[in-house]
C-alpha cells in the first residue's frame, strides 16, 4: 500500500483539460474501434488468453494501442499500464506504483460485449504512486463519460459535453435493503464456497461481469454495493475512485485498508462505514 495522500498532491496540469482530453480519447476510441464491432465479430475477432472464458477481441486490442500513446503524451514521465499489454508482458504489472501510471480497460466487460449486451464500457484512471487521482468510465451505448477527480467529487459527461455533478443518495443501513454486485471469485478455496452461499441470502445481489457498470450504478445511486475479489489495476482503480468521490466507501475488506494500484486482496464498496462494517462482517462471518 502507498504512503502517499492525494489529499496533499498538486496536479501538474489543468484538471478541466485532462478531463476533456481524456474523454476525448475515449469518445474516438469508441466510435472508430469499439462500436463498429459491436454485435459485428467474427470468430477471428475473439480470442482467449488465460482461460476459455477469459475473452479479448480485436477491439480490445485496437482500443488499447491507440489510447497508451495519446495517454502517455498528455503528461510527460507517464507510463501506460494497459490490461492487454499485461497479458503479453506479466513483468510491467511491477511498474503499478511508479510515479505516474494510465491504467487501461479498453473494453471492462469482454464477455458481455461478445454477446452483443450493453453493458461493457471503457475505463482509464491516472494513479500517483499507486494513489488514483483521476478516473473514467467511457458508456459506448450511453455515449457518456463518468469522470472522477481525487477530493472534487464525480461528474456525469453527456455526448454533448455537458457536466452534471452527481451527489450521493441516502440508503437505508440495511444490508438486505441494499443492491448491487458481489462476488467471491478470488475468495481462498477454504472458504469460497461458504461465501458464496452467504451472498445468495442477500436479495439484492446481482451479476452483472463488469466493473465499470457496476460502478457507475454507484455513482448514479441506482446500486449500493460492490465486491470485487479479483483486483487489477486496470478494473479497481477506477472503480475505487469514482465510488470514492461519488460519496460511497472503499476499502479492502476484511482488514479495511485503502485501495492502491498494486494492492491485492478483496475490495468491497458501500454506501458509508457503518454500512460497510455490516457487509465485511456478514461477509467474513463463515
Known amino acids: ?17 485532462m478531463r476533456a482530453e481524456v474523454a476525448g480519447l475515449l469518445k474516438q476510441a469508441s466510435e472508430t474501434l469499439i462500436m ?20 479479448v477481441t480485436i477491439a480490445d486490442r485496437e482500443a488499447e494501442i491507440f489510447l497508451s ?29 511508479d510515479e505516474w501510471v494510465w491504467t487501461i480497460d479498453p473494453v471492462d466487460g469482454t464477455k458481455n460485449f461478445v454477446k452483443g449486451t450493453r453493458q461493457f464500457c471503457s475505463m482509464v484512471s491516472l494513479a500517483h504512486y499507486g494513489t488514483p487521482v483521476m478516473a473514467w468510465i467511457y458508456r459506448p451505448t450511453e455515449k457518456d463519460c463518468l469522470i472522477a477527480t481525487a477530493n ?3 461528474v456525469l459527461m453527456s455526448d454533448d459535453n455537458t457536466e452534471t455533478p452527481l451527489t450521493r ?14 462476488n467471491a471469485m478470488g475468495f481462498d478455496k477454504s472458504v469460497r464456497d461458504d461465501v458464496r452461499e452467504k451472498l445468495k441470502q442477500l436479495p439484492g445481489r446481482s451479476y452483472i461481469g463488469c466493473a ?8 448514479l445511486g441506482t446500486a ?37 494500484t498494486g494492492a491485492k486482496g478483496i475490495l468491497l464498496v458501500a454506501p458509508d462505514d457503518a454500512s460497510w462494517d455490516a457487509l465485511s462482517a456478514y461477509i467474513w462471518d463463515v
Not at 500500500?1 to 483539460?17: E, G, K, Q, Y
Not at 500513446?69 to 503499478?96: K, M, V, W
Not at 475505487?240 to 460511497?248: F, M, N, P
Open 169 to 182: 443518495r441516502t440508503v437505508s443501513g440495511d444490508i438486505f435493503k441494499m443492491a448491487g454486485s458481489l
Open 1 to 17: 500500500m502507498t504512503n502517499h495522500d492525494s489529499t496533499a498532491l498538486r496536479l501538474p496540469f489543468d484538471v478541466n483539460i
Open 69 to 97: 500513446p495519446h495517454l502517455e503524451a498528455l503528461l510527460a514521465g507517464s507510463f501506460a499500464l494497459g490490461e492487454e499489454a499485461c497479458s503479453e508482458q506479466g513483468d510491467i504489472l511491477n511498474r503499478a506504483e
Open 224 to 260: 449500493d454495493y460492490i465486491m470485487h475479489s479479483k483486483l487489477t489495476p486496470w478494473d479497481n482503480t477506477p472503480v475505487d475512485l469514482i465510488c470514492r468521490e461519488a460519496g460511497s466507501v472503499a476499502y479492502l475488506t476484511p482488514m479495511k485498508t485503502r485501495f492502491s
Open 36 to 55: 463498429p464491432r459491436w454485435r459485428a465479430l467474427d470468430d477471428a475477432d475473439i480470442a482467449t488468453k488465460t482461460s476459455e472464458t477469459d475473452l
Open 212 to 219: 465499470g457498470v457496476e460502478a457507475s450504478y454507484i455513482a
Open 152 to 154: 472534487a467529487g464525480v
